[in-house]
């Protein structure tokens, strides 16, 4: 994420999104997670609690138990 805090708050956001909307999509979550450093990942986190009122790694868990239901 850049290290302007208003872009880099702009790019949690969207990225927080793209988490929300592709959350069948497990593998391209974890390249958005990979590259990633701890700090930036519990700022998208936060900032997903903060936009969708659940827990992003729960959010994930959940994705990855409906996957791999439907193998």
């Known amino acids: 994420m850049a290290s302007n805090?208003?872009?880099?708050?702009?790019?949690?956001?969207?990225e927080c999104r793209e988490i929300h909307e592709k959350k069948s999509?497990?593998?391209?979550?974890a390249r958005i997670l990979a590259r990633r450093t701890q700090l930036e990942r519990?700022?998208?986190c936060s900032t997903y609690t903060a936009m969708y009122?659940?827990?992003?790694?729960?959010?994930?868990?959940?994705a990855?138990?409906?996957?791999?239901?439907?193998?």
């Open 64 to 71: 990855q138990a409906a996957g791999q239901r439907n193998e």
């Open 53 to 62: 009122g659940q827990d992003l790694v729960e959010h994930l868990q959940r």
């Open 42 to 44: 519990q700022q998208l």
């Open 25 to 29: 999509q497990l593998g391209h979550l």
């Open 5 to 14: 805090p208003s872009t880099s708050h702009l790019d949690c956001q969207n």
